[in-house]
Nanobody, 124 residues
């Protein structure tokens, strides 16, 4: 198992930017695909973005394409989510998750390790 700790959430005005970080410890970080998920009040947890073990392939849900970027630094055991042009509908708790293996996955059922979450609030 890999342990995950998110940081970087906060309150931002609509149109602003935030960068989330997820630091991993435990097993070899480069053995894992990574994903960012979010859960708004009263809604199911949904995938935001995912990335393969080496950053070679990425996935974005339609609502964030062109605004969010997922990337990773395996030397620092960290995955990031750069969020630009934020909208009020991006408000949610954001979770980092890890999936052992080398293919691109984006279904939350494929992710076995989860962080505790970080709150992102976008004010309009």
């Amino acid at each position: 198992q890999v342990q995950l700790v998110e940081s970087g959430g906060g309150l931002v005005q609509a149109g602003g930017s935030l960068r989330l970080s997820c630091a991993a410890s435990g097993r070899a970080f480069s053995d894992y695909g990574m994903g960012w998920f979010r859960q708004a009040p009263g809604k199911e947890r949904e995938v935001v973005a995912a990335i393969t073990w080496n950053g070679g392939r990425t996935y974005y849900t339609d609502s964030v394409k062109g605004r969010f970027t997922i990337f990773r630094d395996n030397a620092k055991n960290t995955v990031y989510l750069q969020m630009n042009s934020l909208k009020s509908e991006d408000t949610a708790v954001y979770y980092c998750a890890a999936s052992f293996g080398y293919v691109l996955v984006a279904d939350r059922r494929d992710f076995r390790s989860w962080g505790q979450g970080t709150q992102v609030t976008v004010s309009s």
